[in-house]
């Protein structure tokens, strides 16, 4: 079992930067790999990163390639999105993601997370 919680959200003008965290609980966090994900309203859950239990392999949506970068650190049990160059278009409520490592998952879909976070509402203005 691995409770998720994130942090970091919060309301900033477009071109800011926000980082958001996400505190994992369970000795076990290195074997997962976590994603982020974001829901605005009317729209589905969108992919935006996702990264390896190492943290050597990571991999961005196109919407967000080159503004956000993931991170995580597995001796604190936690993972990181910092976003830069914000868009009123990146409003949404963002949320972390885990799950055990499988050679055969691509980690690109919601439905192949095992754990989620309840989620931090970030918003731009513009």
């Known amino acids: 079992q691995v409770q998720l919680v994130e942090s970091g959200g919060g309301l900033v003008q477009a071109g800011g930067s926000l980082r958001l965290s996400c505190a994992a609980s369970g000795r076990t966090f290195r074997n997962y790999v976590m994603g982020w994900f974001r829901q605005a309203p009317g729209k589905e859950r969108e992919f935006l990163s996702r990264?390896?239990?190492?943290?050597?392999?990571?991999y961005y949506a196109d919407s967000v390639k080159g503004r956000f970068t993931i991170s995580r650190d597995n001796a604190k049990n936690t993972v990181f999105l910092q976003m830069n160059s914000l868009k009123p278009e990146d409003t949404a409520v963002y949320s972390c993601?885990?799950?055990?490592?499988?050679?055969?998952?691509?980690?690109?879909?919601?439905?192949?997370?095992?754990?989620w976070g309840q989620g931090t509402q970030v918003t731009v203005s513009s």
């Open positions: 993601a885990a799950s055990p490592y499988d050679s055969r998952t691509h980690y690109y879909s919601p439905y192949e997370y095992t754990y």
């Open positions: 990264i390896s239990t190492t943290g050597v392999n990571r």
